[in-house]
């Protein structure tokens, strides 16, 4: 099987690359990235013989075009992905999120080619903290800041592309990924490279917040499941049930790295900040079989931090920018 993996070089792409290379020798794995500054061509290098590396945009038409005519199927990872940097700059986010998902569409349409679309929970908006209610297939869409409104908006286009043209398309909403590899930018490499430094975490506003993590094996496990057992057409949500405050989170990462718990700063608040994410993942599971092998997020956070602390070489060139863009916010 030709498989085409658009934003491979990125956090959940890179692993999905590097978990297919070792458990489905069958696949010819070709990746689509631009390495923009989310994209590390080193994530790939333990796999580095055993895949063809594409530069380039997915937001170009003749590119995409030729390598989709070589693939069996397309699954499509590259996005900008970090809320805080589209509300300081939206721009790329249409372009690569909406653009290159058209862009990709329309190469799949003139080609017949399977695609699998990766999305995010972030596109039914939040819920109250006490709503007994999660996110399902059916729930609908409520997008609250640029990032999240452009991959509703890449959502929809499968949806019509599906709905009047037959591609042979499905899309996957989960929850917030974490595990190794993962930007410093992030809510957890953020804090454990904080703490590596000896600084404090950095918490939004109350730190009330609520995400549902899955480790991004599980995820890429659950896409592997749809590419094989789902319906073209369909939409499937991909949660662990790890919901958890944000406090929590950094209480327990204090706490591997024995600092009190409450050596916290308190930071400026994310404009429009989503309050809670949950996700009911029953469809996956009843339907297709899938479950999560990571549940306890405790031993999930403490092999991350591993990581971290064992891969400094890799986190550390990203760092110094990163924390300069978030003081310039205030955060
Ligand atoms: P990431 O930012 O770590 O990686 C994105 C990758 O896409 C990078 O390698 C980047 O170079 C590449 N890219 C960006 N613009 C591109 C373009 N125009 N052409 C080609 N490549 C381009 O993101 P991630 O966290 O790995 O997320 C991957 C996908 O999963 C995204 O579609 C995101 O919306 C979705 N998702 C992420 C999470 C999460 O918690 N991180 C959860 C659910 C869904
Ligand atoms: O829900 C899926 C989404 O999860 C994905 O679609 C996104 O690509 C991914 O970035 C993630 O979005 P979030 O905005 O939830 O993740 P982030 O890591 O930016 O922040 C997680 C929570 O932590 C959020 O409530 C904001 C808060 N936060 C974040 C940072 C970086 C802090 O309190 N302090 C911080 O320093």
Redesign the pocket.
């Given at each position: 099987m030709r498989v085409l993996v658009?934003?491979g070089?990125?956090?959940?792409?890179s692993s999905f690359v590097r978990s297919t290379v070792a458990r489905r020798p069958d696949a010819q794995v070709t990746v689509?990235?631009?390495?923009?500054y989310?994209?590390d061509l080193s994530s790939l290098a333990s796999v580095s013989d055993d895949v063809t590396f594409v530069r380039?945009?997915?937001?170009d038409a003749d590119l995409v075009d030729d390598l989709v005519s070589r693939a069996d199927v397309v699954v499509h990872?590259?996005?900008?992905?970090?809320n805080d940097n589209s509300l300081v700059d939206p721009s790329p986010f249409v372009r690569?999120n909406v653009v290159?998902t058209f862009t990709l569409l329309e190469a799949v349409r003139r080609h017949g080619t399977r695609l699998h679309h990766?999305?995010?929970?972030e596109v039914y908006g939040d819920l109250a903290l006490d709503d007994p209610n999660r996110f399902t297939e059916t729930t609908a869409y409520e997008p609250s800041s640029p990032y999240s409104a452009t991959?509703a908006s890449s959502d929809l286009l499968v949806r019509a592309w599906v709905r009047s043209f037959g591609v042979h398309a499905t899309i996957s909403n989960?929850?917030?990924?974490y595990g190794p590899f993962q930007?410093v930018e992030?809510f957890i490499p953020r804090q454990i490279t904080e703490l590596i430094e000896g600084r404090a975490p950095r918490v939004y506003g109350a730190g009330l917040n609520v995400r549902d993590w899955i480790h991004v094996d599980d995820h890429n496990e659950a896409v592997w499941t749809i590419i094989e057992r789902g319906t073209p057409g369909e939409t499937y949500l991909i949660g662990a049930d790890g919901e958890r405050s944000n406090l929590d989170v950094v209480r327990d990462l204090l706490a591997i790295f024995g600092r009190g718990a409450d050596e916290i700063e308190f930071v400026a608040d994310r404009a429009g900040h989503d309050l809670r994410y949950a996700i009911d993942s029953t469809r996956l599971r009843t339907e297709l079989g899938w479950e999560p092998r990571f549940t306890d997020l405790a031993a999930g956070l403490a092999s991350t931090v591993d990581w971290y602390r064992a891969n400094e070489a890799w986190w550390r060139p990203a760092k110094v920018s990163t924390e300069e863009r978030y003081a310039r916010t205030g955060q």
């Open positions: 658009t934003g070089a990125g956090f959940i792409g689509l990235d631009a390495l923009t989310a994209g380039g945009d997915v937001a990872f590259a996005a900008e992905s970090h690569t290159g990766v999305s995010t929970d991959k989960c929850s917030n990924n930007h992030k």
